[in-house]
């Protein structure tokens, strides 16, 4: 196939961030798209604004800034798409922008990594200090743990880990995704189930995103090949109730549906920073979430039930990216 990337040549150039989670990712799905098309496909580094700077993630206006870089460099051209960690990218559309895919995806939970095999929240002492740069994680930490000292910690998976193995933390809290890709699931500790710790929306999926020119071309169907439409449909229901919420990727609310088939559980809860209350909302469904309307039906409910149990009057939602 010829002239398929916007560089006229028979490849595609896939724009990602040069972290060892990002790059696994980025490969991950580069080897998909050759594998169904048989178009090689070639990684982009970009260096975005959250790689270099410092201090906390929620200053900085959530994670959000790791998104900007890559989406900048793929309406310049600089290469064909760009893949993101879904629980990292604003719900606001991007002008000239548009997911095409969302491949299968990994686990959604978060866990506990800890300095001993099978450490547990439970089981660490009284005032221990946690690490997390999610004000989500932090509310949920002290809702469990109103004693522990959670405080902000900056870097990637492996630098995070080597912080807590040092002494300057006594646990941390990671999302399993990220782990797993990774090859490090040993340093997990305990595993937060879902009914009781739901996560970010959009955790452990990944989101592939070309220019909207490019959608009915080449580059567009060789992506769609790699969609997974249990994958998309799930994680799509949980930006669109973020969305309508008017809340950042960095908010304290945390929103999973999860199950198999068309039979899914969801569930949606908005916590004080403190993690003293929270308002939640859940959801069994057995409809089809692959249609776009069905999902904002959907999302309109659980928000306005969110909002009459006092959402807005516990979390400063709008104050974070969008």
Known sequence: MTELGSAGGASLRLGTRASLLATTQSQHVA???TAATGIPVVLVEITTDGDVLTGSLAQMGGTGVFATALREALLRGDCDLVVHSMKDLPTAPYPGLEIAAVPPRAPQRDVLCGPVAGASL???PEGAVVGTGSPRRVAQLLSRRPDLQVRDIRGNIDTRLRKMRGGEYDAIVLAEAGLRRIDRGSAIGETFGLDRWPTSAGQGALA??????????PIGRAVRLIDDAESASRALLERAVLRRLE???AAPVGISATGLGADTTFLAEVYAPGGERTVRATRSLSIDLAR????ERIAADVVAELLDGGAAD?????????
């Open 208 to 217: 592939v995103e070309i220019r909207s020119g490019d959608a009915d071309g």
């Open 31 to 33: 080897d998909a798209i």
């Open 314 to 322: 516990i979390a400063d939602l709008p104050g974070t990216s969008r």
């Open 122 to 124: 439970d089981a660490l």
């Open 292 to 295: 776009a309307d069905e999902r």
């Open 247 to 249: 809340a950042g990727c």
